[in-house]
């Protein structure tokens, strides 16, 4: 009975052995550089003031002879990071379009209310 029982597990350990395979050890991986800049998500001074300035001038467009700054104000408070970064990139890479740009900003709601508000206070 005893030797049955020894075969046994002797059996079972030979069996349980062919489970386990070696397995080959992978090299740490390094980090790979990314290929491109990622876009920028915060606004700079510089970038704000640009984007300011490309507003204001497309608003002057517009309203030639007219005190904007109030009206830009309301387009700088109403519009997002991206859309005040994609404002000042383009008017660095020179890229004309803005206006469209200012124009879909001028058209919310929000913006809209702001500038009737300023525009009767002026």
Known sequence: MRLINFLGMGVT?????????????????SPVAPAAP??????????????RNVINSEMQNRLPGVN???????VVNNATTA???????????GVSGTADSVASIVS?????????????TA
């Open 83 to 93: 859309e005040l970064i994609d404002l000042a990139q383009a008017s660095r890479a």
């Open 13 to 29: 350990a030979v069996v349980l052995a062919g489970c386990v395979a070696p397995t080959a050890m992978q090299a740490p991986v």
């Open 68 to 74: 904007v700054s109030p009206y830009t104000d309301c």
């Open 108 to 120: 919310r709601p929000a913006t809209s209310q702001c500038i009737a508000s300023a525009a009767q």
């Open 38 to 51: 990622a876009a920028p998500t915060t606004l700079d001074a510089a970038s704000r003031q640009v984007a």
